[in-house]
């Protein structure tokens, strides 16, 4: 963690931040959720940390909530509440991930999605532009091959 809160890389290597612009349609939300996580394909898993739900209103937090519970009775996953704010996902889960990753990104909440070797994430941010941070060049490239279309925030 950063001094403002955020997840970050503390490390020598050089990390490259990508600025993703919130999606505008539902077919960006959806889009987004779907590159995301091809981008990330690992053979490790993923996690997904939803950092903060309770933005909006109750009835908004109830609603996401819901579904994503709907989602992991579906997938036959461990039952979810809103204390359980961190979900793993195996490598042959990206489904279930991209289909619960599409509810922080349509309402908007604060969440991050670590692939499971740790050298990238994405953050969603409901108050700045979210991002996705590596130290992969690899990556990089994909990234900006994609459908996604990033602007490089900073390399450090």
């Known amino acids: 963690m950063d001094a403002s809160g955020r997840l970050s890389f503390q490390t020598t290597q050089q990390v490259t931040e990508l600025r993703l612009s919130p999606p505008a349609t539902r077919e960006a939300v959806t889009a987004l959720a779907v590159n995301v996580v091809g981008i990330l394909n690992t053979e490790l898993g993923w996690l997904l940390w ?3 739900f309770s933005i909006w209103s109750d009835d908004t937090e109830e609603l996401g909530w819901n579904i994503i519970d709907t989602f992991a009775r579906i997938a036959q996953q461990p039952e979810l509440n809103t204390d359980s704010s961190a979900m793993l996902y195996e ?3 990206t489904l279930s991930l991209k289909t619960t ?8 909440w604060d969440a991050y999605l670590v692939n499971g070797d740790g050298n990238t994430f994405v953050r ?3 108050d700045d532009h979210s991002s ?14 994609s459908q ?3 602007s490089i925030l900073s390399v450090t």
Do not use: A, G
């Open 91 to 93: 490598p042959d889960e």
């Open 148 to 150: 996604l279309r990033p």
């Open 50 to 52: 939803l950092k903060d």
């Open 132 to 145: 996705i941070s590596t130290r992969k060049p690899s990556v990089v490239k994909e990234i900006q091959d």
């Open 101 to 108: 990753l599409v509810v922080p990104i349509l309402f908007q």
């Open 124 to 126: 969603l941010d409901h």
